[in-house]
Nanobody, 115 residues
Framework: QVQVVESGGGLVQAGGSLRLSCAAS????????MGWDRQAPGEQRDMVAR???????SYANSVLGRFTISRDNAKNTVYLQMDSLKPEDTAVYYCTALVNGFRYWGKGTLVTVSS
């Protein structure tokens, strides 16, 4: 069984920073791309950032230049450093990982940015 578990959400003022972490665990034979999606209240879930196991990254235009995704392959962990946060970044952030050819998502962690 595979688990994907996020941590690091919380409340922050606009302009502040937060760092999210996510670890994949269980019966992992291959770990491909990892990343983050987010869903704001009343909105659809959108991709925020992705990183391949080779380290190539991609970002949504709305976070480009403010968020940085990274990973530690030895720990099966992905991080999202979020700087210059804006109230519109408020959402539940979901970690995703491609494990053994299947994509998994965590249960999400809430990020709230106050103005």
């Amino acid at each position: 069984q595979v688990q994907v578990v996020e941590s690091g959400g919380g409340l922050v003022q606009a302009g502040g920073s937060l760092r999210l972490s996510c670890a994949a665990s269980g019966s992992i034979f291959s770990l491909g791309s990892m990343g983050w999606d987010r869903q704001a209240p009343g909105e659809q879930r959108d991709m925020v950032a992705r990183i391949t196991n080779g380290g190539s990254t991609s970002y949504a235009n709305s976070v480009l230049g403010r968020f940085t995704i990274s990973r530690d392959n030895a720990k099966n962990t992905v991080y999202l450093q979020m700087d210059s946060l804006k109230p519109e970044d408020t959402a539940v952030y979901y970690c995703t990982a491609l494990v053994n050819g299947f994509r998994y998502w965590g249960k999400g962690t809430l990020v709230t940015v106050s103005s």
